[in-house]
Nanobody
Framework: VQLQASGGGLVQAGGSLRLSCSASGRTLNRLSMGWFRQASGKEREFVAG????????DYEDSVKGRFTISRDNAKNTVYLQMNSLKPEDTAVYYCAASRSGTGRMMTERFYDYWGQGTQVTVSS
């Protein structure tokens, strides 16, 4: 499975961005998908995830109510809509995929495949 993330950029605080992650090599409807981010000098952290089994979602507490993960199986693409962006959201964002439909999406070990990152910079 190859994952291609896109949509990053520079935005002012309070603005919005939508990240996309397209998958190839396996149909998205049997992949759970997640977004992680890594700020400079910090460890990579979970942001959001969506399971292929049942479609349930999880979010990191600081993004709840601001970020929304969704999927378009027909396009084999998962999205991360980011609203009300804050400077502390600045990071490289990574998408990841798992063959599992259950389990802890917040952990990196849940995922089998990783894409390259896309930079998100939020200016104050």
């Amino acid at each position: 499975v190859q994952l291609q993330a896109s949509g990053g950029g520079l935005v002012q605080a309070g603005g919005s961005l939508r990240l996309s992650c397209s998958a190839s090599g396996r149909t998205l409807n049997r992949l759970s998908m997640g977004w992680f981010r890594q700020a400079s000098g910090k460890e990579r952290e979970f942001v959001a995830g969506i399971r292929w089994l049942g479609g349930s979602t999880d979010y990191e507490d600081s993004v709840k109510g601001r970020f929304t993960i969704s999927r378009d199986n027909a396009k084999n693409t998962v999205y991360l809509q980011m609203n009300s962006l804050k400077p502390e959201d600045t990071a490289v964002y990574y998408c990841a995929a798992s063959r599992s439909g259950t389990g802890r999406m917040m952990t990196e070990r849940f995922y089998d495949y990783w894409g390259q990152g896309t930079q998100v910079t939020v200016s104050s």
